[in-house]
């Protein structure tokens, strides 16, 4: 009987250990914290703890742009707080020809639930930039795929720099192909132009719409059901921004910023081939801050699946 309340007692005292570390890859969605409509960042947390030390990486997308930075801080257990000190983020009226940095403290809670973990906070202003640079509220969500951090710290930044997603994430903006297109060599051109004349000859069916408070999403995709070997390519508003990639448990993880002189933005999904068990079929997920929607898509050689998002006015 003693070893069984001992057992017990062991067992409920890892399980709460676990439910409270902070450990792990977050995203999420940061806006700026004062009246009126702006540009929101989304934005990547990886971090590693140790005691009541946490290190990792912040990373994050603002407009066309791109930022990470190695960061070290502390984590009350008690609390459930974490702190990191003197973190630079791009000033919200920030352009690429005008770039201005806010130093900013970050604070945050975790918060543990049987349905997802969170951590929710402020990147704060510093007192001398108190007149200049706004607070910035953010929630960020625990990506459960993410298991390894050790080697995920391994391979990212140390130090700041440009950031650049994950080799198999793609980051898009409505300017992307216009900025590159004269740098693409002629054999990619052709290919890229073959998947198009593909992608048109086939009938668009409209599977969902979907209206969306953010400007700029995470996008993923998976193999709905058995991994049967399906590929895909992706095609927002009418361009390719991914191409034969293979769906699995892992995801294709996509960020697009909206194009906003658009009423209606269309993302949809192109069969290049049928897997193992026809038709090609995949759970989309779309991460609008902390909102998470789930739609199943299902193309063929004679149709693409699409998905029309609005933005909330």
Request: hydrophobic residues 30%; proline residues 2%.
């Given at each position: 009987m003693k070893k069984t309340a001992s057992f017990t007692i062991f067992l409920l005292s890892g399980l709460l250990s676990f439910s409270q570390t902070i450990t792990g890859s977050w995203y999420g969605r940061a806006d700026v914290d004062m009246e009126g409509l702006h540009d929101n960042y989304l934005t990547e947390l990886i971090l590693k703890q140790k005691g009541d030390e946490v290190e990792g990486v912040f990373g994050?997308?603002?407009?066309?742009?791109?930022?990470?930075?190695?960061?070290?801080?502390?984590?009350?257990?008690?609390?459930?707080?974490?702190?990191?000190?003197?973190?630079?983020?791009?000033?919200?009226?920030?352009?690429?020809?005008?770039?201005?940095?806010?130093?900013?403290d970050f604070?945050?809670?975790?918060?543990?639930?049987?349905?997802?973990?969170?951590?929710?906070?402020?990147?704060?202003?510093?007192?001398?930039?108190?007149?200049t640079c706004p607070d910035i509220r953010v929630n960020y969500t625990l990506d459960g795929n993410e298991l390894n951090q050790d080697s995920i710290l391994r391979n990212t930044v140390a130090g700041v720099k440009v950031w650049s997603p994950l080799p198999d994430d793609v980051v898009?903006?409505?300017?992307?192909?216009?900025?590159?297109?004269?740098d693409i060599a002629p054999e990619a051109n052709?290919?890229?132009?073959?998947?198009?004349?593909?992608?048109?000859?086939?009938?668009?069916?409209?599977?969902?719409?979907?209206?969306v408070s953010s400007d700029s999403l995470r996008i993923s995709f998976y193999d709905n059901g058995d991994i049967d070997g399906d590929s895909i390519s992706v095609f927002m508003n009418g361009s390719p921004v991914l191409a034969r990639k293979e769906l699995d448990v892992r995801g294709l993880?996509?960020?697009v910023k909206l194009d906003s002189t658009k009423a209606v933005n269309e993302i949809s999904m192109f069969a290049e081939n049928l897997g193992k068990f026809p038709p090609n079929t995949a759970l989309m997920?779309?991460?609008d801050g902390d909102a998470r929607k789930e739609i199943y898509l299902s193309s063929s050689f004679t149709q693409n699946a699409s998905v029309r998002i609005k933005r909330k006015k």
């Open positions: 994050y997308y603002f407009k066309n742009m791109y930022q990470s930075v190695f960061i070290r801080g502390t984590y009350d257990k008690r609390t459930r707080q974490v702190y990191i000190k003197n973190i630079p983020v791009i000033h919200y009226r920030s352009n690429v020809a005008q770039r201005l940095d806010c130093p900013m604070e945050g809670t975790l918060m543990v639930s049987k349905a997802k973990s969170s951590l929710q906070g402020f990147f704060l202003r510093q007192a001398k930039y108190k007149y898009y903006t409505q300017t992307t192909t216009a900025n590159t297109a004269k052709n290919a890229q132009q073959e998947l198009v004349t593909r992608y048109e000859a086939r009938k668009n069916i409209l599977q969902q719409e979907i209206t993880n996509l960020y997920v779309v991460y």
